[in-house]
């Protein structure tokens, strides 16, 4: 997808996934750097209400202080580090290819920082590795037909914010705003950094905004797809792969435990639990964020295994 394709401004870099990324100032300023870069890029963007420029801002506003709250170190003094980057991502993704979603797009707007840990008052988020398999902002058709393709990272309910204190009942609040204006649709899920080298492991946390239906862009071919899937992976700190082609199909090796396929229009892998994923060749960033996401998970489970082992 480029540039012109996917609407968005310059101010912001795209890749060749079709992302727009820009980092954001780990300060007090962070709030109003993501809402301006999260507004000039929904403007670009056509078929998008005043009202629904409004409340992404805003929603956007509360994930990037809460990732400057949450996901930034800070010095003895309370100054917060540049140590661990937090970005802003915005893509777009054409949905699930069948089902009564068969006409739902989105564009998805995320939040990175590079605490790999969750710290809202939520219940355990889709970023554990129970919840692998789903990849929680996925497409219903890269689900395994037992999960559930909806499932977000839930806000607390009242109860929980009101028996919060200080600044995590203020997080609280934040999510519960999100999750009212998203209607549901946000979460949140271990990634990789995109905008510094080498990247930075850590979580996005996101929400998405329902958009009409978009017309895919013209398949490439298979191995140009598994080239271009290659390159946003080498982006993201992932340069141990291996990449084959055959007639028709191309086959790219992330690590032991992971391989994906790209074949009849699709990306396709196995995940964790039994079945496959399944995302087609025109939602490329949708695909290198689901791998990435489950590479993280895989690293963290066999980290953990070495420490259990010693």
Same mark, same amino acid.
Request: a negative charge.
């Given at each position: 997808?480029?540039?012109?394709?996917?609407?968005?401004?310059?101010?912001? =870099?795209?890749?060749?996934?079709?992302?727009?990324?820009? !980092?954001?100032?780990?300060?007090?300023?962070?709030?109003?750097?993501?809402?301006?870069?999260?507004?000039?890029?929904?403007?670009?963007?056509?078929?998008?209400?005043?009202?629904?420029?409004?409340?992404?801002?805003?929603?956007?506003?509360?994930?990037?202080?809460?990732a400057l709250r949450h996901g930034v170190p800070r010095s003895p003094d309370g100054t917060p580090s540049p140590a661990r980057p937090v970005e802003l991502w915005i893509y777009a993704r054409h949905g699930a290819h069948g089902g009564h979603d068969r006409d739902r797009s989105e564009l998805v707007v995320k939040v990175f920082d590079?605490?790999?840990?969750?710290?809202?008052?939520?219940?355990?988020?889709?970023?554990?590795? $129970?919840?692998?398999?789903? %990849?929680?902002?996925?497409?219903?058709?890269?689900?395994?037909?037992?999960? &559930?393709?909806?499932?977000?990272?839930? %806000?607390?309910?009242?109860?929980?914010?009101?028996?919060?204190?200080?600044?995590?009942?203020?997080?609280?609040?934040?999510?519960?705003?999100?999750?009212?204006?998203?209607?549901?649709?946000?979460?949140?899920?271990?990634?990789?950094?995109?905008?510094? &080298?080498? $990247?930075?492991?850590?979580?996005?946390?996101?929400?998405?905004?329902?958009?009409?239906?978009?017309?895919?862009?013209?398949?490439?071919?298979?191995?140009?797809?598994?080239?271009?899937?290659?390159?946003?992976?080498? #982006?993201?700190?992932?340069?141990?792969?291996? !990449?084959?082609?055959?007639?028709?199909?191309?086959?790219?090796?992330?690590? !032991?435990?992971?391989?994906?396929?790209?074949?009849?229009?699709?990306?396709?892998?196995?995940?964790?639990?039994?079945?496959?994923?399944?995302?087609?060749?025109?939602?490329?960033?949708? $695909? =290198?964020?689901?791998?990435? #996401?489950?590479?993280?998970?895989?690293?963290?489970?066999?980290?953990?295994?070495?420490?259990?082992?010693?």
């Amino acid at each position: 997808m480029t540039e012109a394709e996917s609407g968005f401004r310059p101010s912001l =870099c795209v890749d060749r996934g079709g992302c727009a990324a820009m !980092r954001l100032p780990p300060d007090e300023t962070i709030a109003h750097a993501a809402r301006t870069g999260t507004g000039e890029t929904l403007e670009g963007f056509g078929g998008l209400s005043a009202d629904t420029i409004d409340s992404a801002t805003l929603m956007v506003s509360e994930l990037a202080t809460n990732a400057l709250r949450h996901g930034v170190p800070r010095s003895p003094d309370g100054t917060p580090s540049p140590a661990r980057p937090v970005e802003l991502w915005i893509y777009a993704r054409h949905g699930a290819h069948g089902g009564h979603d068969r006409d739902r797009s989105e564009l998805v707007v995320k939040v990175f920082d590079g605490s790999p840990e969750w710290h809202g008052a939520a219940a355990a988020g889709p970023d554990a590795p $129970a919840q692998a398999a789903p %990849a929680p902002d996925s497409p219903a058709s890269a689900v395994p037909a037992q999960a &559930d393709p909806a499932h977000t990272a839930p %806000a607390p309910d009242g109860d929980d914010v009101a028996g919060l204190s200080g600044e995590l009942a203020e997080h609280g609040r934040g999510l519960l705003i999100v999750d009212a204006l998203s209607q549901g649709r946000w979460g949140h899920h271990l990634t990789r950094s995109r905008l510094v &080298d080498p $990247a930075v492991p850590g979580k996005a946390t996101w929400f998405g905004l329902p958009i009409p239906a978009l017309c895919p862009p013209v398949h490439t071919g298979a191995a140009r797809a598994a080239e271009d899937l290659h390159a946003l992976l080498v #982006q993201r700190g992932i340069r141990r792969l291996i !990449r084959r082609n055959e007639r028709g199909l191309s086959v790219l090796s992330v690590e !032991r435990d992971l391989t994906v396929w790209c074949e009849g229009g699709s990306f396709h892998w196995r995940v964790p639990g039994g079945g496959f994923a399944r995302v087609p060749r025109s939602d490329l960033t949708e $695909a =290198c964020e689901q791998i990435v #996401q489950l590479y993280e998970i895989l690293s963290r489970e066999r980290a953990g295994s070495l420490d259990r082992t010693g």
